[in-house]
């Protein structure tokens, strides 16, 4: 039994005596996934996914109560009610996510026979920036502004959608080294990170080749690529050794 959002649930674990499929409907196919603050889920045929989480009345509406909340007397009845009140629009907000997490991961585990993520650390990636009294944390508001942006668009609740879902599809879900995805030409392997223009935009920088792709879905079919090396080797140390070094821009050449 839990209380969420001023509600009671009671949760029933049931054997459902479903196995996994020996091998998915579409063997041989493979899809990189890159999430993103912009957009949640791009992947490397080139298809973005997101959604709000929360409408533009219940973001007013919270930041009202968040503001009635820092003037209320603690312990008192009208502080507790802000409190659910608050909680009410976070467990609406909180399901919309899971409801989208899943639904983008059913559909892509059902097209796809392996499907590729980013190991990233995410717990690390959104803690706090403030640092300590003597050293304070830099660049505090853009980093309390990002690990907002990690935590709504709900990075690891994703990861743990796609395993679940895997398991009634025979979808692998392969997980490889984030390192220089962004910055690498994925048609060429070109790595320095003038690669990547802005945001969205991403044009190689190697002569001769100047291939251009929206920045996410470069950096997507990049982990499509590590995906297949780490299926052919097993080794999740191959997707890492495969990586490039980034390219000096004064030199050219990868620095030792």
């Not at 209380?3 to 479903?18: E, Q």
């Not at 899809?31 to 889920?41: E, L, M, P, S, T």
């Not at 990636?125 to 304070?136: I, K, L, N």
């Not at 660049?139 to 990690?150: E, F, H, M, T």
């Given at each position: 039994?839990?209380?969420?959002?001023?509600?009671?649930?009671?949760?029933?674990?049931?054997?459902?005596?479903?196995?996994?499929?020996?091998?998915?409907?579409?063997?041989?196919?493979a899809?990189?996934?890159?999430?993103?603050?912009?957009?949640?889920?791009v992947?490397?045929?080139?298809?973005?996914?997101?959604?709000?989480?929360?409408?533009?009345?219940?973001?007013?509406?919270?930041?009202?109560?968040?503001?009635?909340?820092?003037?209320?007397?603690?312990?008192?009845?009208?502080r507790?009610?802000?409190?659910?009140?608050?909680?009410?629009?976070?467990?609406?907000?909180?399901?919309?996510?899971?409801?989208?997490?899943?639904?983008?991961?059913?559909?892509?585990?059902?097209?796809?026979?392996?499907?590729?993520?980013?190991?990233l650390?995410?717990?690390?990636?959104?803690?706090?920036?403030?640092?300590?009294?003597?050293?304070?944390?830099h660049?505090?508001?853009?980093?309390?502004?990002?690990?907002?942006?990690?935590l709504?668009?709900?990075?690891?609740?994703?990861?743990?959608?796609?395993?679940?879902?895997?398991?009634?599809?025979?979808?692998?879900?392969?997980?490889?080294?984030?390192?220089?995805?962004?910055?690498?030409?994925?048609?060429?392997?070109?790595?320095?990170?003038?690669?990547?223009?802005?945001?969205?935009?991403?044009?190689?920088?190697?002569?001769?080749?100047?291939?251009?792709?929206?920045?996410?879905?470069?950096?997507?079919?990049?982990?499509?690529?590590?995906?297949?090396?780490?299926?052919?080797?097993?080794?999740?140390?191959?997707?890492?050794?495969?990586?490039?070094?980034?390219?000096s821009?004064?030199?050219?050449?990868?620095?030792?």
């Open positions: 039994m839990s209380r969420k959002g001023g509600r009671w649930f009671v949760s029933f674990l049931v054997d459902d005596h479903a196995a996994p499929p020996g091998q998915h409907a579409m063997p041989g196919t899809v990189g996934i890159d999430r993103g603050v912009k957009n949640a889920v992947t490397s045929d080139g298809d973005f996914h997101g959604r709000p989480f929360i409408t533009a009345g219940e973001r007013v509406r919270y930041r009202r109560l968040q503001q009635r909340l820092a003037r209320s007397k603690r312990g008192s009845a009208n507790h009610k802000t409190i659910t009140a608050m909680g009410r629009i976070m467990s609406r907000v909180s399901d919309r996510r899971g409801d989208f997490c899943a639904q983008i991961a059913a559909r892509i585990v059902a097209r796809n026979a392996m499907v590729v993520l980013e190991d650390r995410i717990k690390n990636m959104s803690a706090g920036a403030s640092g300590t009294v003597a050293e304070p944390g660049n505090v508001r853009q980093k309390a502004g990002l690990n907002r942006a990690i709504d668009k709900g990075w690891h609740r994703l990861e743990l959608a796609f395993t679940n879902a895997a398991r009634y599809t025979g979808t692998r879900v392969v997980k490889v080294n984030p390192a220089y995805t962004s910055q690498r030409c994925s048609a060429c392997g070109f790595v320095t990170e003038g690669n990547r223009e802005s945001q969205a935009v991403f044009r190689c920088k190697a002569a001769g080749c100047g291939h251009r792709d929206h920045a996410d879905v470069n950096a997507a079919k990049n982990i499509k690529a590590a995906g297949h090396a780490v299926s052919a080797c097993g080794d999740l140390g191959t997707s890492r050794s495969v990586k490039q070094e980034p390219v821009r004064a030199t050219g050449r990868t620095p030792s």
